[in-house]
């Protein structure tokens, strides 16, 4: 009834859907009014007992790999609106995050919640005595509705946390660095506080137009140019100065753990390549890299029968990995030069990336997208990639792909929130 109802609301307006009864028809019970006090009720029960789900008759048709638009369509018009006063009266900010990750929310009501905890950790912020002292609402709400998405086996509401949150991680970067709540001379800014809302309202609907422009890019596939691609080199260096930082870490190692979904595992993963790329255990993994591969290198030239040791090492590994590749050719590639070739390149690239690339900028993701597009059947490689980003052994070369390409996403959208002032996206831009 509650997805109905935002259904209505997505195709007549919210405001045609103020006061309209919501009837419950069963030929056992006849005709039941659901209530608000009865929605309110199960809004808590959707946030502490019930196991998030999908709508099973659409959710065939709208997974990772195979997404119909028609369905698609359908599940973002039933996305629930946490705007709504029976959630906003009722449940708490951690409630509504498990909603939107496990049952659905709008782009709009997402982007207000998680807005609404970043100005909150601002303020805290203001009063903490030191950086560890830092308030960290806004990462708790993300990681709690993540925890729900990945409950209902849903990718696309644990991308849109995912981006959304890279929005306002920017937008909370640039207010505490330019933006201050208080003034020196003690007075709140006119942006904080001037006694009125004045462009307020204004400010409030560009941004949601922006947001809902962008999330429609996204959900179909049209996403921000991913990096090493030829159709975005111009725009990727044009987002390059000044380069956006990734947003702070979650924390997504248990959630990684609990699933195989190809598309969570894509979402979480992209999170832990910001987090590696913010944190700088990137760059520190990357010289580690180097100097594992240029001893390979280096043990391999001098003997075959460590080339042949090595391959049958890694062989014994496959079984475990999973990692797509033909013995035969790989076999050939160890006793010729092939693999000794394969990895002095890779390990010229990286050394090349590590000269020249700032480890927390979208420079970085272009190398690595370059790297794996040249990979046909890595084993060591794909190890040392994987142990570069922070990825266990069940990412492939496209489970990699596929978490670089959205961790992209998320920085080229954070670049737009950076240098415009606000959400506002290059829809040229995302559509090239």
């Not at 640039?174 to 904080?192: F, K, V």
Request: hydrophobic share 35%; glycine share 4%.
């Amino acid at each position: 009834l509650l997805r109905t109802r935002a259904r209505f609301s997505s195709i007549f307006g919210r405001n045609m859907t103020k006061g309209i009864p919501l009837l419950y028809i069963t030929p056992e019970n006849g005709v039941r009014v659901f209530t608000e006090r009865l929605q309110s009720q199960v809004l808590k029960t959707m946030a502490w007992d019930l196991n998030p789900f999908q709508n099973p008759s659409i959710a065939h048709k709208t997974s990772f790999d195979n997404t119909s638009e028609p369905h698609l369509q359908q599940k973002l018009e039933e996305l629930l609106d946490l705007e709504d006063d029976s959630m906003k009266q009722n449940l708490t900010p951690e409630e509504m995050a498990r909603i939107a990750g496990g049952f659905g929310a709008t782009d709009d009501s997402v982007a207000q919640l998680l807005n609404d905890a970043m100005q909150k950790d601002l303020m805290t912020d203001k009063g903490a005595d030191s950086p560890d002292d830092a308030a960290h609402s806004l990462q708790d709400l993300v990681n709690e509705g993540l925890a729900f998405a990945l409950r209902a086996n849903d990718f696309h509401t644990s991308r849109q946390l995912l981006i959304l949150y890279s929005l306002v991680a920017a937008k909370k970067r640039r207010n505490s660095e330019s933006a201050p709540l208080i003034e020196s001379n003690g007075q709140p800014t006119t942006a904080a506080n001037n006694g009125t809302n004045s462009g307020g309202a204004a400010t409030h609907d560009r941004n949601s137009v922006a947001i809902q422009n962008t999330m429609k890019m996204v959900y179909t596939k049209k996403e921000i140019p991913t990096p090493g691609s030829d159709s975005s080199t111009d725009e990727l260096s044009k987002l390059y100065i000044p380069p956006p930082p990734p947003p702070p870490p979650l924390d997504t190692d248990r959630l990684r753990s609990a699933t195989n979904s190809d598309g969570l595992l894509a979402v979480l993963g992209a999170a832990q390549v910001l987090r590696a790329m913010q944190d700088g255990s990137a760059k520190r993994r990357v010289l580690e890299s180097i100097e594992s591969v240029e001893e390979w290198v280096e043990n391999g030239e001098q003997s075959v029968a460590f080339r042949v040791a090595s391959w049958r090492d890694q062989r014994a590994a496959q079984g475990d990995l999973k990692i797509a590749m033909e013995s035969d050719s790989n076999f050939m590639a160890f006793i010729s030069n092939k693999a000794i070739a394969n990895r002095k390149r890779f390990a010229e690239q990286l050394k090349a990336a590590s000269a020249v690339t700032d480890f927390d900028s979208l420079q970085f993701l272009q190398t690595i997208h370059s790297v794996l597009s040249q990979m046909n059947s890595p084993c060591l490689r794909l190890e040392l990639l994987q142990y570069i980003l922070g990825l266990d052994n069940r990412y492939s070369v496209a489970h990699v792909k596929r978490s670089v390409e959205l961790a992209a996403t998320c920085l080229n959208i954070s670049s737009e929130e950076t240098e415009s002032g606000n959400v506002l996206a290059d829809e040229k831009a995302i559509t090239q």
